[in-house]
Each structure stands twice: as C-alpha cells, then as structure tokens.
T-cell receptor
Framework: DGGITQSPKYLFRKEGQNVTLSCEQNLNHDAMYWYRQDPGQGLRLIYYSQIVNDFQKGDIAEGYSVSREKKESFPLTVTSAQKNPTAFYLC????????????FGPGTRLTVT | GESVGLHLPTLSVQEGDNSIINCAYSNSASDYFIWYKQESGKGPQFIID?????DKRQGQRVTVLLNKTVKHLSLQIAATQPGDSAVYFCAETRDDKIIFGKGTRLHILP
C-alpha cells in the first residue's frame, strides 16, 4: 500500500532529552512537511522540504531540526531547546507539481514530562 | 497579520440536515484553497479544493464556495451523517506552503 507512515504513534520522553520522530513515504513525492498541532488548535508548520538535501524553516522552527537525506524520509528531531514539546506531530507529503493536496500521516503524539 | 480563520469553533447539526462551515481569509494573493477533515487522533484528510478563478466546486455530498470579493470560503455538506463528525480545516496556499486555519468542530445531533 502506498502512503505515509509515522512511528511511533505515542512517544514519551523526559524533559531535557532530544527525541526523533520518524516519517516515511512511498508515494514518490518530492515535498514533505512537518506540522505541530496543539489541542483544539490548527496545524502550524515547523519545517518543510521540497527536494532531497534541502529544507526550509516554517513558522515555528525554533527548537526543532530536520534532515532530508533520502526522498522517502524526513525525520524531525525535537530538541531540549523546544520549550513546550508536548503536542501531536503530523507529517505530510505532496508532489512538487500539480494539485496542492497534501497527504498526511497518522501522527505521533509526543508527551514530555 | 494575514491569516486563515474560521467564524465558529463548533457547529452542531441535526443528522440529515445540511451543514455549512465557513472560513475567512485575508491574503488576496492566495490562488488555491483546500478543505480538510480531521477525525480524532488522526491526520487530516483532503476533502475538496478550489482555485481562485472559480467560485464553486462540487464533490460527492460536498460543495465549496469561494467569494473573493469578501474573502470568504465555505464548505457545504449535504445530508449530514454521523460519520461527518470531525474537525474541518480550511487552508490556503502561500509560497509553496499550505497555511491552515484553526478549524471548526462539526457535531452531529441524533
């Protein structure tokens, strides 16, 4: 089946630890995105990448880092510098041309205590 | 600042009635608008989109209306069903990014 996978679905970490969230897609999409969603809120863009080995900051990039070494993978690291890391993290991808429709993964709920 | 927003955070609709979810946007340069549906604990799903050179587009049980004069977007769901219960987001494209509004929760009354 084609799609986007995120793992794990739930993640728990202690404050001060870095944590990396996985995002993989087999849709052959060029562009990939990371969003953060807080309870009762919309999606806020953290980072996005339109091509391998290139990425841009979104609206709330502070305290996060990404890499795009492969077309299929766009991992997000939540660093200890992120003041409020507990949230629902969503990864998305879309083709570089054509409709702007994004395909979303199932999300990872990160809880930091 | 420029933003995409929604008029109501929660909408309650009787099962079988039509639902209308509204969205206001402020960036007149946006050329593409999208509606997403998000069920609890899941990622958003694409519902329907519309380009700025259109004022109406229909899908299966859904219609999106775009009024560029007042920068208003709406999603109409016909014959609302229990499975339509979710949060609905409008989004606009801007510089290869997709900017989401805060969302409206649609609650279906039995």
């Amino acid at each position: 089946d084609g799609g986007i996978t995120q793992s794990p679905k739930y993640l728990f970490r202690k404050e001060g630890q870095n944590v990396t969230l996985s995002c993989e897609q087999n849709l052959n999409h060029d562009a990939m995105y990371w969003y953060r969603q807080d309870p009762g809120q919309g999606l806020r863009l953290i980072y996005y990448s339109q091509i391998v080995n290139d990425f841009q900051k979104g609206d709330i990039a502070e305290g996060y880092s990404v890499s795009r070494e492969k077309k299929e993978s766009f991992p997000l690291t939540v660093t200890s510098a992120q003041k409020n890391p507990t949230a629902f993290y969503l990864c998305a991808s879309r083709p570089s041309s054509g409709p702007y429709e994004q395909y979303f993964g199932p999300g990872t709920r990160l809880t930091v205590t | 600042g420029e933003s995409v927003g929604l008029h109501l955070p929660t909408l309650s609709v009787q099962e079988g009635d039509n639902s209308i979810i509204n969205c206001a946007y402020s960036n007149s340069a946006s050329d593409y608008f999208i509606w997403y549906k998000q069920e609890s604990g899941k990622g958003p799903q694409f519902i329907i989109d519309i380009r700025s050179n259109m004022d109406k587009r229909q899908g299966q049980r859904v219609t999106v209306l775009l009024n560029k004069t007042v920068k208003h977007l709406s999603l109409q769901i016909a014959a609302t069903q229990p499975g339509d219960s979710a949060v609905y987001f409008c989004a606009e494209t801007r510089d290869d990014k997709i900017i989401f509004g805060k969302g409206t929760r649609l609650h279906i009354l039995p």
